[in-house]
């Protein structure tokens, strides 16, 4: 497999010859991040571009079919409407949290996306407790959505915020009750590590009935987390018209709209590394061709293949499921997810140290 | 029919007498301006166990202050019935607990449906303030140098310190314009405060001043899911008030065409059901199956949702030669289909989390509170007009009336999916025998009613559909007055909402499944 | 003076009605050309503005049907961009007036198309919007939208035909292909200049097959 770190310890080595240390190290930060946004901003168009084909797919429509070839260029003409649309701002609102707010959730989004192993060495955050930063780094994503509904001084925005604070925050538990499990089953926190582990199995095939049981919890907790049906109670477009987002215009609702996307790819793709392999590529032992000729795929595509596998599963479910209410929300996560997944972190320790896994 | 008239010093003994006796359905209250004999009310009531149907009616002389004791708390739906009377005719009701307008601005000036009104612009100009809720304060001044306070005192309607929270008028899930004021406590509603009128556009009003044959235009845009059977109705009163026998090939068509819009209406109604719950594929499987439907109508009568097809005398054109072959072919079609909603929506386990147990409504409330329909036969009350007082062909076709114990969401949900089987089986039954012959029989060139009082009601796609007319023999009515389907729908929100919270709102109102329009009028 | 003419795809200019409301528009907004790489943005940002043109989910009554049935399988808007309805005022780019308006709803829908983020644009849907259609005696309805909204485009019907509907949609881009963003002679900027004219949508040309597209 194809190893990213020699081009970027290259470039790295490069920089440092012609330039003192200080410098280039600032360059390769401004290249590190100029590569994360574009890529984030690239998947964003594609996302929602595969969102509204599938949505159509499912509803009998064509979706968008006339700007450009199958719509292709659809996204981009949003994006330069959303570009120069008007930015309102609003009377008796908290300007400074409120032109804050959409910020904070793309800063969030953004920099668990970061974390995201795309291949081999393909990754730009990476250090010992790297699922722990992960879990951080997504859970202030609800400030910026608690402060955007506090700030807009609007009663739906309001409700929609509070909603989303106790939904969050609730599902914040099962999604690090589920990592937990793979933690335990795997013994390390680096996700590089992590993936590495998998290249002879993927961890649902090896930690079994608890693997699995934890990667249903974990995509269910996953979709509440992105706050989209049937948890999308704090936009609730028939009940509180668009939630905390209400009186945000032009592109600070652009920054909330392409982080639900990205937060959905996220979650997609810490789902695909942590139990379907991350960019390993599918191994079945004893068949030794088939694994030759599976290498032979690089690792950016399994990764990405995996993820928008994930995200299609749940695509699948957003646009079926009706929506839940803010008790049964509650009451699911705390009723249900939570004691099984206590009980899953239980079997899956049982069975690491029985050595029940494959 | 002529009502029973009551001198207004014995009215609340009276109609307190009736109620005792199993008047136990308030179907509507007229309010009637005679002129010089003055102002006054007629009441609709019905026994809905023996089937009694009896008009009452009330008459006070004083037109500067008229005054007639509320019967609101005889029957539920007549507090919003009374604010209607109050607010067309200024009648106050004695007692009523809230007599505020129920259409119109609070800064509306006169009485529109009374003979004296004053049209002039100049008295009701488009006023484009916001209009201050009669419950808060006008804001005043403290002084020149001071700042300008507005007091947000609030009365007993909606308490002082809950979270108020609108809903409406232009809000995804009220369907229309329809607007609640909601008093809420963290989630949970503790009041609601009904706020009707943004889509009133006066139809009885201006039919006062059109021919019968120009009214007929304006009944398919009051319900346009029941544009159908409203004009149905409006045709069969003026039918039945000058005498006119219609052939039974036109029967056939209209009951057809009856049942065919209440697919199509059901249809809509499940879409919007799923949508205002979230699920919107679902709502798109419904559009698209009610566009087989709407092809059907647009063959035949040439419009789609607003059909202008009824005529007084017969239908205004014949139908196709191969409309019945795509009529069973859509009967065919729509069968299939309804397996396909349940599985993806109906039997879903969140669709029944959220409807089942939610927003229920008793037996009796739903008798008085007048709610026909769908709903009411969820709540186990038989108020098909269809059964009950039966026209067009409805008693020689063989059909079920779908009626249902809990009353809950859900149980109104499956009403209306299991009317859509009984409606495609009363149509499969009458599609192969349409017999031969006119369409349409000859009237004369002006239409005139002679003198007297008419009503006829037929069961529209929500609710019971009732036409009242009073004439004296002129080419326009004295007065008409459409009953709607969905105000007392509305008007038992408040009852059904204890204790829910602002999602179980969105359930309630996609179930009870009212149509602006038609409460307006 | 030869002038970009807006182009909508797989319909030629020639077979849209009303050109010449545009054409006198587009004279008014180019007397003073402005130079090419300006031009060219502003290009960008029409076919950007254009095609995506998200409406608020507004409807008062029958049109109101007709608007969903717009957007549902058979005939289904997205395929233009119009894709998402917005329920915040705030994110939406257009407002199509689809029903009666009625005394009571009048400051409701003036607030409503205030509370709208620039670049907006107003459709009137419907004999009702247009001028109070079958209702324009009556003594609490708007006879006509455009009394206190500058509309851009009328469509009328009792309800219109969601082709009609498409049909106005397209109008709409093509007055908004037309637009200058920079500049002085901004459309919106200064409606008191240049008259905001409507096009009124009559007679809808059969278009291509594409309409009946379903699945």
């Known amino acids: ?358 | 029919m002529n009502p029973e008239f009551i001198d207004i010093n014995d009215f609340r003994a009276r109609m307190e007498t009736l109620r005792r006796t199993g008047m136990n359905f308030l179907r509507d209250i007229i309010g009637m301006d005679w002129g010089e004999e003055g102002l006054g009310a007629i009441y609709s009531l019905e026994n809905t166990s023996t089937g009694q149907v009896l008009q009452t009616a009330v008459r006070c002389c004083d037109r500067e202050k008229p005054s007639i004791p509320t019967v609101c708390d005889l029957w539920s739906v007549a507090e919003l019935y009374e604010r209607e009377v109050y607010d067309f005719f200024g009648i106050h009701f004695a007692g009523h607990p809230d007599m505020r307008r129920l259409y119109l601005r609070n800064d509306w000036v006169g009485h529109p449906l009374r003979k004296d009104y004053n049209e002039d612009e100049a008295i009701n100009p488009i006023r484009m303030e916001n209009e201050i809720p009669e419950d808060v304060q006008r804001p005043y001044e403290l002084a020149e140098d001071a700042e300008m306070e507005i007091s947000d005192k609030l009365t007993n309607k909606i308490h002082g310190d809950q979270y108020i929270i609108n809903i409406g008028p232009q809000h995804p899930a009220t369907h229309g314009v329809l607007r609640f004021r909601l008093a809420l406590d963290g989630e949970e509603i503790r009041k609601i405060d009904i706020h009707c009128g943004y889509i009133h556009r006066g139809i009885e009003k201006m039919s006062e001043k059109m021919t019968y044959p120009q009214i007929l235009a304006l009944t398919d845009r009051l319900d346009y899911l029941s544009a159908h059977q409203n004009r149905h109705a409006l045709c069969m009163c003026i039918e039945k008030a000058m005498g006119i026998e219609i052939t039974d090939r036109t029967q056939y068509i209209r009951t057809i065409m009856d049942e065919l819009q209440r697919i199509d209406s059901h249809l809509l109604f499940l879409s919007c059901a799923a949508m205002d719950l979230g699920a919107i594929t679902t709502f798109i499987y419904g559009f698209r199956d009610r566009e087989k439907i709407l092809d059907i109508f647009e063959e035949v009568t040439g419009g789609r949702l607003i059909q202008n097809y009824n005529t007084i005398g017969g239908v205004q054109y014949d139908i196709t030669p191969d409309f019945a072959k795509k009529v069973k072919e859509f009967c065919q079609y729509q069968k299939g289909k309804l397996q396909e909603y349940n599985d993806v929506f109906t039997n879903n386990i969140i669709t029944r989390k959220r409807m089942i147990g939610v927003g229920i409504l008793s037996y009796d409330d739903a008798i008085s509170y007048g709610c026909t329909g769908g709903t009411g036969r969820a709540s186990g009350w038989a108020c098909d007009v269809r059964k009950r007082h039966p026209y067009a062909l409805y008693d020689k076709v063989d059909f079920k009336e779908i009626i249902y114990k809990n009353g809950d969401c859900y149980d109104r949900f499956l009403v209306r999916l299991d009317e859509i089987v009984e409606s495609i089986h009363i149509i499969e039954q009458l599609i192969d025998n349409i017999p031969e012959g006119d369409y349409k029989v000859k009237t004369k060139p002006i239409i005139r009613i002679p003198e007297g009082r008419y009503s006829a009601s037929v069961e529209g796609s929500r609710g019971e559909f009732g036409v009242f007319i009073e004439s004296k023999g002129d080419k326009s009515p004295y007065r008409i007055k459409f009953r709607p389907m969905g105000l007392p729908l509305v008007a038992a929100m408040h009852k059904i909402l204890k204790g829910a919270k602002i999602a179980d709102l969105i359930a309630i109102g996609a179930t009870l499944d009212y149509v602006i329009p038609d409460i307006d009028r | 003076m030869e002038m970009k003419k807006p182009a909508i795809k797989s319909i030629p200019y020639e077979e849209f009605k009303d050109n010449e409301t545009l054409e006198k528009l587009l004279n008014e907004l180019n007397k003073e050309r402005t130079n090419v790489i300006v031009g060219k943005l502003d290009d960008i940002i029409n076919w950007g503005r254009s095609n995506s043109l998200w409406s608020l989910t507004f409807a008062t009554s029958c049109c109101g049907i007709e608007f969903m049935a717009v957007g549902a399988a058979r005939y289904d808007f997205a395929r233009f961009g119009f894709e998402v309805t917005r329920n915040s005022p705030r994110q939406a780019d257009l407002i199509m007036v689809a029903g009666t308006i009625t005394h009571k709803m009048a400051p409701v829908l003036k607030r409503l198309y205030d509370q709208m983020a620039e670049p907006k644009y107003v459709v009137a849907v419907g004999g009702c919007a247009i001028s109070g259609g079958p209702f324009k005696g009556s003594y609490h309805v708007l006879n006509g939208v455009d009394k206190i909204l500058p509309v851009d485009v009328y469509i009328p019907g009792c309800p219109p035909r969601p082709e009609a509907m498409l049909y106005g949609m397209m109008q709409l881009q093509r007055k908004v292909k037309i637009e200058n963003f920079f500049g002085d002679k901004n459309r919106k900027h200064n409606s008191n200049d240049i008259p905001n004219e409507p096009i009124i949508v009559t007679n809808v040309p059969i278009t291509p097959n594409e309409n009946s597209e379903e699945q």
């Open chain 1, 1 to 358: 497999m194809f190893d990213f770190s020699t081009i970027t310890t290259a470039i790295d080595q490069f920089l440092h010859s012609v330039l003192p240390s200080q410098a280039a190290l600032l360059v390769e930060c401004i290249l590190v991040a100029l590569c994360a946004v574009l890529a984030y901003v690239m998947l964003a168009i594609v996302m929602i571009f595969m969102e509204r084909k599938v949505c159509a797919a499912f509803q009998c429509r064509l979706g968008p079919m006339r700007v450009g070839p199958w719509g292709l260029l659809q996204v981009f003409a949003d994006v330069f409407k959303m570009l120069i649309k008007e930015i309102i701002s609003i009377k008796n609102s908290d300007k400074v949290l409120y032109n804050l707010a959409p910020y904070l959730v793309v800063m969030s989004s953004v920099l668990t996306f970061s974390c995201l192993p795309f291949a081999k060495g393909l990754q730009v955050l990476d250090f010992n407790i790297g699922v722990f930063f992960i879990m951080a780094a997504s859970s202030f994503g609800v400030l910026g959505i608690l402060l955007a509904g506090w700030s807009s001084n609007n009663k739906y925005s309001m409700i929609g915020a509070v909603r989303s604070g106790a939904q969050m925050i609730s599902y914040e538990l099962s999604i690090g009750l589920c990592i937990l499990s793979i933690v335990a089953l795997s013994g390390t926190m680096q996700i590089s590590e992590l993936v590495a582990a998998q290249a002879d199995g993927w961890f649902i095939f090896r930690g079994h009935i608890p693997a699995f049981v934890a990667f249903i919890i974990y995509l269910i907790a996953g979709n509440a987390e992105t706050n989209r049906a049937p948890f999308d109670l704090p936009e609730a477009e028939s009940e509180l018209t668009a939630g905390f987002h209400t009186e945000y215009s032009g592109m600070h609702f652009g920054f909330f709209y392409v982080a639900e996307f990205m937060n959905l790819f996220i979650v997609a793709g810490i789902a695909s590394t942590l139990f379907l392999g991350g960019w390993t590529p599918l191994h079945i032992s004893g068949f030794d061709s088939f694994n030759t000729i599976m290498d032979y795929i690089p690792g950016v595509v399994w990764f990405l293949g995996k993820t928008f596998f994930v995200i299609w599963l749940l695509m699948w479910v957003r646009w079926t499921f009706p929506r839940l209410r803010i008790d049964q929300v509650v009451s699911l996560e705390w009723k249900y997810l939570v004691p099984i997944g206590l009980l899953n972190l239980l079997i899956m320790t049982l069975c690491v140290v029985m050595g029940w896994t494959f």
